[in-house]
């Protein structure tokens, strides 16, 4: 603890001294906020109304029409279950193989290759990592479009 302050000049050059460490502590905090910002802003652009701002699922790879479901699911899944939901939309079937196998493989190239996936005990999740990143699907591989 500092001593009393006993004249003018020390109070000045105590005052300056807090008005350098508050002027610091705003920049911080300004920069704080902006991050916090871009935060909300990225929420916000996951938690939209999926009618209107979805992309055209014929224009996905399959691998985004995947991320898609699993998004949309909004909760772990796994690849049966997401398999199952892409049957019943009537999407178009991969090229060779079952549709299990083809959503099985891209998600198995979304969580390893990517990373734009988690996977825990209650199946495959959308990376928190990702959250900025949306469904697009245009990086995806050729391996992995319909």
Known sequence: MKAQI????????????????LTRIQ??????QD????????REKLNAPALGN????????????????????????W???VAVEYESRNWPAPRSGTIYDAVNGAMS??????KLLGRNEEGYFIAPATLSEQVGGEKAGEATRA
């Open 79 to 81: 690849p049966k279950a």
């Open 6 to 21: 006993n004249s003018i000049p020390q109070a000045k050059e105590e005052l300056a001294e807090a008005m350098n460490h």
């Open 109 to 114: 190239y979304l969580l390893h290759r990517r």
């Open 54 to 77: 979805q992309p055209d699922a014929a224009q996905l790879s399959l691998a985004g029409r995947v991320l898609l479901i699993i998004r949309q699911m909004g909760h772990p899944v």
């Open 35 to 42: 991050v916090l910002d871009q935060f909300s802003s990225i």
């Open 27 to 32: 920049v911080f905090m300004n920069s704080f």
